[in-house]
């Protein structure tokens, strides 16, 4: 492991792979998708179901408050019909079709869309004569027809329309495909003659059998087929077929007679999202031709009736038993295909598209989340990182749920996966830089260190580059040995010597890592020890003043407790019929290099300089069983009442340093008359 740099922040290293990973956790879903396309597509079209479940009605009318359209409307032929007017079996008479378009002719609709198939002669001549003349003199008849799509790309299969006044001839640009009409099955030729319009009624499910797109257009030979729909907004809005302008991939455009042109997003596939307003016949107004009938049996009923459908696009359809598609859509599983016409028209006239994220977005989806978890990660452990994440998760469906409601379909699972995986991936590598570095600060010092420090170090890990990084600080040093221990040694057995110094050591490491004293080393029977290095540093003069005395109070309390203790001890070699021993401790405050001064190959978070050597040199001339302090140690814990103030100076040469005034000693006499205090705690005012 290489050593820590001189600053307290994350090493650069740290941010690049926290950063690494962030990206690995955007890449995967990516990557994923790459590898197999259709992964994520069955839980990504689930979601979107989701969203049209949950999202507020869209409107159907010119007052968003109306529940149901004005100018949308639906025919159904029911079975009722067929078993009282004696209508019989489908197929009906197709004269009963032509009375319908007859009467919605005369109620003054604007469009009938016919979704009816009338693809074969019928066997007598007379019905569609009836009908063909009623769709001539209505006007505004659009048909379907039906055909098999097949590739763009391949252009012998392109069937050529044998009717090219109900083309489109749009201005084709971009890049895309746009799916193409092949084997083509026409309505009876009277009928394509007389129609307004004509459109298709091609759908698609996607893979789990729900319908949710769309092609608004399928490409021909000289022009393209629109659907039924897009036939009836054209008609309604008064639009120009020459207007419609198609990006590939991106857009369907024309222009209305009135008002801005409409644009209809599409994918790379020419398909668009069907824009649901709601569940069946719940926005949409459905007759049923058994009431129609009804209400022709009186003048008045024939009159209501009537008016109900001037101006109106109406859809007409079977709904007879057996007869008609139905499809699953995101609100049920049996959906009558014959009212997606009209959500379609409704989505055409009232503008209300859906659309794909753009490339921007989706990178701004998957990046920000995880963009967020990694500063979060950055800032704290997982206390920090795992509320982030809930966090974002929360806003992220409230996101996709708004989006929704502004006709953007944003991606869910990839950038919900993203911030999963990166979850697991900032919670992991933070592990292992940060917490890595704690566990060997613990396992390598931490035997050494008050509790006061472990603590700080569980709560603030990243302190721990600050604690090793050497500089300079006001500490006091601490040096207690026991006098004559070496010819002790020469005259005991080595097991004597071990139980002594256990003995001793213990108790006095004790003492000093309850008085927030930071162990630094043993000498054979020498401590050595420095109290205030685990505070943060900053707060201003008084702030380090404070901190300073609080900690000098302590060690000298850890002395004079550490004297107390030896006579304890005393008693206990005597009893057993060991030699008694007295202590020297020296005492000092002064500016210190701290830090890890050692190697990647065995740290040493220890204290140096020349006020360390001067507290060792008072440790020597100590009197045995006392203490000898320092001017600057001697006023700090004077002012906290650890010491009497009328205790004199004295002068002592010092080895190695010479002459040194205003030393203060606390012979054992004094020591023992002392009261002993408990120790100052960080948070507390000496």
């Not at 002719?105 to 693809?119: E, P, S």
């Not at 109406?314 to 499809?327: E, F, I, M, P």
């Not at 920090?384 to 996101?399: D, K, Q």
């Not at 699972?413 to 999963?420: E, G, K, S, Y």
Request: proline content about 7%; overall charge positive; glycine content about 8%.
């Amino acid at each position: 492991m290489r050593m820590f740099p001189l600053h307290r922040e994350w090493r650069w290293t740290d941010v690049a792979i926290l950063v690494a990973s962030s990206l690995v956790a955007v890449a995967f879903p990516l990557l994923l998708e790459l590898a197999w396309p259709a992964l994520f597509e069955p839980i990504e079209l689930w979601t979107v179901d989701l969203r049209f479940q949950i999202r507020p009605s869209i409107p159907v009318a010119r007052d968003p408050e109306e529940p149901q359209s004005h100018v949308l409307a639906a025919i159904d032929y029911d079975d009722r019909a067929a078993r009282d007017y004696g209508l019989g079996r489908w197929p009906w008479d197709r004269r009963v079709h032509a009375q319908v378009i007859e009467f919605l002719r005369k109620a003054g609709a604007r469009t009938v869309m016919m979704d009816l198939l009338f693809t074969h002669p019928s066997s007598r001549p007379e019905e569609d004569r009836a009908l063909i003349d009623a769709t001539r003199r209505a006007g505004s008849v659009i048909y379907p027809l039906v055909f098999r799509p097949v590739r763009e790309g391949n252009p012998a299969d392109i069937a050529r329309f044998p009717a090219p006044r109900h083309l489109l001839r749009a201005d084709v640009r971009g890049f895309g495909e746009l799916p193409a009409v092949g084997e083509l099955t026409m309505p009876l030729p009277g009928l394509v003659e007389t129609a307004a319009g004509l459109g298709h009624i091609q759908r698609t499910s996607d893979r789990d059998g729900v319908l949710r797109r769309v092609p608004f257009v399928y490409r021909m030979q000289g022009g393209f087929v629109p659907s039924l729909s897009l036939a009836a907004a054209l008609r309604y809005l008064q639009a120009d077929p020459a207007s419609v302008r198609i990006e590939r991939g991106r857009e369907i455009r024309f222009k209305p007679r009135a008002g801005d042109d409409v644009v209809i997003p599409i994918d790379a596939e020419g398909r668009a999202w069907i824009n649901y307003a709601g569940p069946w016949g719940t926005r949409f107004v459905h007759y049923p031709y058994s009431w129609l009938l009804g209400q022709m049996q009186s003048a008045k009923g024939r009159a209501k009736a009537l008016a109900l459908f001037k101006d109106k696009t109406v859809v007409v359809s079977n709904l007879t038993t057996g007869s008609g598609d139905r499809v699953a859509m995101p609100f049920e599983g049996d959906f009558p295909t014959s009212e997606i016409h009209l959500h379609l028209l409704n989505m055409l006239l009232q503008r209300q598209f859906l659309r794909n994220a753009t490339p921007t977005e989706t990178a701004l989806s998957l990046g920000i989340p995880v963009a967020l978890l990694a500063g979060a990660a950055l800032a704290g452990g997982p206390a920090v990182i795992i509320p982030t994440y809930l966090a974002m998760m929360g806003a992220y469906v409230f996101t996709l749920k708004e989006a929704f409601k502004g006709g953007i379909i944003l991606p869910a699972v990839r950038p919900i996966l993203a911030m999963t995986v990166g979850l697991i991936l900032l919670l992991t590598t933070r592990a292992f830089l940060v917490d890595r570095d704690r566990m060997r600060f613990q396992s390598v010092l931490g035997r050494f260190l008050p509790p006061q420090t472990i603590k700080m170090i569980r709560e603030n890990p990243r302190r721990i580059p600050g604690l090793l990084a050497g500089h300079t600080r006001e500490l006091t040093i601490f040096f207690a040995d026991i006098r004559g221990f070496s010819s002790f040694c020469k005259r005991s057995d080595p097991l004597q010597i071990q139980r002594v110094l256990r003995d001793y050591l213990t108790a006095m490491t004790v003492i000093l890592r309850t008085h927030g004293g930071t162990l630094d080393k043993y000498m054979g029977d020498g401590i050595m020890a420095f109290f205030g290095d685990a505070e943060p540093e900053g707060g201003g003069e008084e702030v380090e003043e404070a901190r300073v005395q609080r900690h000098a109070a302590n060690a000298v309390r850890a002395g004079l407790l550490m004297q107390k203790k030896m006579t304890e001890l005393n008693l206990r070699w005597l009893s057993q019929g060991q030699e008694a021993h007295l202590i020297r401790i020296g005492i000092n405050t002064g500016y210190v290099t701290v830090g890890n001064l050692g190697t990647e190959y065995l740290w040493d978070y220890t204290v140096i300089g020349p006020e360390v050597n001067k507290t060792q040199r008072l440790e020597s001339a100590a009197e045995p069983g006392g203490l000898l302090l320092s001017r600057r140690t001697h006023a700090l814990a004077r002012k906290c009442g650890v010491l009497p103030a009328d205790l004199p100076a004295k002068t002592v040469t010092l080895k190695g340093i010479g002459e040194e005034t205003d030393l203060y000693a606390v012979p054992p006499e004094v020591i023992a008359q002392l009261p002993l205090g408990e120790p100052t705690a960080p948070n507390m005012v000496a």
